[in-house]
């Protein structure tokens, strides 16, 4: 979220579909409400003007909430929970 590699990526590529797969580095953080505000702020970016959709983790490890997280603040993203898989 603090880099600007997805914005110049978008920018570059102009894609009407994106889908993010990101969160399962972070199945054992012990806080993970503390990234609640850059799931949205990568849904917010990753979303613009173009379908969004955010994969959730397969739950590889016992998962501490991010999964959670995620399904509550990927939106405008439409969420795909990996976990049933």
Known sequence: DRE???QDLLSRWHPD????????????VPFPSSLAGF??????????????????PAPWRKDTGIIDIV??????????????L
């Open 17 to 28: 579909l994106v889908i993010l797969t990101l969160g399962a580095n972070d199945m054992l």
């Open 71 to 84: 399904k509550k603040n990927a939106a405008p993203c439409k969420v795909y929970d990996s976990g049933p």
């Open 4 to 6: 600007h590699k997805l």
């Open 39 to 56: 799931v949205r702020s990568i849904a917010a970016k990753a979303s613009a003007g173009r379908d969004c959709y955010w994969v959730t």
